[in-house]
């Protein structure tokens, strides 16, 4: 079975500039989640989706956006590019949402999103 | 808020036991803790998780104590191929997922 696949793996963007990764998460897998990780950093949460609903939000400004479409694919979407945006873009797929003592919840992720902004 | 912390970096030999700690000093009741391993260029990996007492699996237990105020993931004999960064994750009772700041383990020949 696929794992979770992102693309594209590297892209470079300049400041201003808007930013698109995609995100198509394991078969049966209908939460995605997508981090931010800055070199050197642990993953910072920025959303999560079930259902196509956004669940949860992380400290983020509100040029990051995404949504999750019916085949549960997802995308993140990141307007007016800062340097300080440049970073590894996690996502993460999981079974279901809130329910941790089943182990749905156990995230699996991709091999990531490498933002640079020049 | 639920911050946690992790020692920056630890060094093992070969055949060792690892033990890591995570502090989170403010956990929410119904949050559980989730331990990742993570390679250069790669996504983070499911070790393990458990929401208080001990657990275990074939490849580590996770020590939770009664206040759940930490957590400690242990290695059992540990090998060159482990050589990673472990993040302990703390979420989401409010749809919120909070990594720690990861510990750099070096496994020494």
């Known amino acids: 079975d696929a794992g979770v696949t992102q693309s594209p793996t590297h892209l470079i963007k300049t400041r201003g500039q808007h930013v698109t990764l995609r995100c198509s998460p394991i078969s049966g897998h209908k939460s995605v989640s997508w981090y931010q990780q800055v070199l050197g950093q642990g993953p910072q949460f920025i959303f999560q989706?079930?259902?196509?609903?956004?669940?949860g939000r992380g400290n983020f400004p509100d040029r990051f956006s995404a949504r999750q479409f019916p085949n549960y694919s997802s995308e993140l979407n990141v307007n007016a590019l800062l340097l300080g945006d440049s970073a590894l873009y996690l996502c993460?797929?999981?079974?279901?949402?809130?329910?941790?003592?089943?182990?749905?919840?156990?995230?699996?992720f991709g091999a990531g999103s490498r933002l640079t902004v020049l | 808020l639920a911050k946690t912390t992790q020692p920056i970096s630890m060094d093992s030999y070969e055949g060792q036991e690892v033990n890591i700690t995570c502090s989170h000093n403010?956990?929410?009741?119904?949050?559980?803790i989730t331990w990742y391993q993570q390679f250069p260029s790669q996504g983070p990996r499911f070790i393990i998780q458990g929401y208080k007492t001990k657990v275990t699996n074939e490849v580590a237990s996770l020590f939770i104590p009664a206040d759940r105020k930490s957590s400690t993931l242990s290695l059992p004999r540990v090998s060159l191929s482990d050589t990673a960064v472990y993040y302990c994750?703390?979420?989401?009772?409010?749809?919120?997922?909070?990594f720690g700041t990861g510990t750099s383990l070096t496994v020494i020949p």
């Open positions: 993460a797929s999981s079974l279901g949402w809130r329910d941790w003592s089943s182990g749905a919840n156990v995230l699996t």
């Open positions: 989706y079930y259902e196509k609903e956004e669940r």
């Open positions: 994750l703390v979420g989401g009772s409010d749809n919120q997922f909070y």
């Open positions: 403010n956990i929410a009741t119904n949050d559980y």
